[in-house]
C-alpha cells in the first residue's frame, strides 16, 4: 500500500490545527430532560466533522446514558464506520452476532457492511464513532436528538425517509 495523493501542495507548512478541550460541552443532547440520574440522557461531542476536516473523516463521542438505546442493523453506501469502547460496555452487531464491547475494544465496518450497537447494560457507556470520509452525519444526529427530545413518533414512511436521505439502509 502506498501513501495517496498529495492534498496539501504548499512548500512550508500552515497554522491551521483545531484544538477541543476535553471539558468542551456537548455539542448535541439526546431523550427529554430529567433529574433522575439513572435516566441520563445521550450526550454526542462532535470532535472532528466532515466539514472541519476537509471531509477526510468525521470523528464523534458518544456518552450513552443507562437507558436502552442505540443503532439496529444497517449498512452505509458512501461511508465506512469504526466504534472504539472507551467506558462501560456496548453491544456490537458485527453483521453476524451482537458482541459485548468493553473498553479498549474495536470494530470497523466497510461500505455495505451490517452494524450495529445498542447499550442495554443498565450502566453509562461511552465510545468513539469515526467515519470515513467524513459524511454530513450532524443534521441526522440532530434529526434523531429532536425526534428523542420531543418524543415525536414518525411513521414509518418517515423513517424511512430520513435513513435514506442520510446513507442509512436498515436490514
Not at 495517496?4 to 430532560?33: C, H, I, N, T
Not at 450513552?64 to 442493523?73: H, K, L, V, Y
Not at 445498542?118 to 450502566?123: C, D, F, T, V, Y
Request: proline share 8%; no cysteine; glycine share 14%.
Amino acid at each position: 500500500m502506498s501513501y495517496p495523493q498529495p492534498r496539501y501542495l504548499g512548500e512550508k507548512g500552515e497554522v491551521s490545527s483545531r484544538f477541543r478541550p476535553a471539558g468542551a460541552p456537548a455539542d448535541l443532547v439526546m431523550g427529554p430532560e430529567t433529574d433522575d440520574p439513572a435516566q441520563r440522557r445521550t450526550h454526542v461531542h462532535h470532535l472532528g466533522t466532515g466539514a472541519t476536516t476537509g471531509g477526510a473523516f468525521g470523528l464523534y463521542r458518544w456518552e450513552m446514558g443507562p437507558r436502552p438505546g442505540g443503532a439496529g442493523a444497517h449498512f452505509h453506501r458512501t461511508m465506512t464506520e469504526s466504534f472504539y469502547v472507551l467506558d462501560g460496555t456496548v453491544r456490537l452487531f458485527n453483521g453476524d452476532r451482537w458482541i459485548d464491547g468493553n473498553p479498549g475494544d474495536f470494530l470497523f465496518v466497510p461500505e455495505g457492511g451490517i452494524h450495529g450497537f445498542r447499550n442495554e447494560s443498565g450502566a453509562p457507556a461511552t465510545m468513539l464513532i469515526l467515519f470515513t470520509p467524513g459524511a454530513p452525519r450532524e443534521g441526522y444526529f440532530e434529526e434523531l436528538a429532536e425526534i428523542a427530545t420531543t418524543g415525536r413518533q414518525p411513521t414509518e414512511e418517515e423513517w424511512t425517509e430520513l435513513f435514506l436521505r442520510h446513507d442509512q439502509f436498515m436490514v
